[in-house]
């Protein structure tokens, strides 16, 4: 809630290879975790992006303010997706250090301090793209 979050509402559920199916798009904590998802589901494995690098991605696509999907918030997140995920290998991918979100649980609180920075210095690029 430091950070502006709402935790109301929030409930934490399994991965399931039915859940990773009906999802336009999973982002992950780190390349490690997204590996395991594309072993649960194949199938998504251009939908799949640690969080990182999908901030990283997303900010060389262009025109993502004329993506055209008639207020369907579904449309825009397939859209910006499939162009994120067309950008792969078009530049050098980011250091596994910075790609990786590090897990803060059972840590220090200096972890969790270092977890918040890495994901707020992605949040933005993640938010222009989602929201439009």
């Known amino acids: ?7 109301k509402g929030f409930r934490a559920r399994d991965l399931t290879p039915d859940l990773i199916a009906e999802s336009d798009l999973v982002l992950t904590a780190t390349r490690e ?5 594309a072993v649960m589901y194949p199938k998504a494995l ?4 640690s969080f990182c690098d999908f901030a990283d991605l997303v900010q060389g696509v ?6 055209v999907t008639h207020g ?18 078009l530049s050098p991918p980011l250091e596994p250090a910075q790609a990786d979100i590090v897990d ?18 992605s949040m933005p690029a993640v938010v222009r793209a989602l929201v439009g």
């Open 46 to 49: 251009r939908r799949v992006f």
């Open 104 to 121: 803060p649980f059972r840590r220090e609180d200096e972890v969790f301090v270092t977890m918040a920075r890495q994901v707020l210095g």
């Open 62 to 67: 262009n025109g993502l303010n004329t993506l």
């Open 33 to 37: 975790h997204r590996g395991k998802v």
């Open 72 to 89: 369907n918030s579904g449309a825009l997140v397939r859209q910006v997706t499939e162009q994120t995920a067309a950008r792969r290998g």
């Open 1 to 7: 809630m430091a950070y502006g979050g709402e935790p």
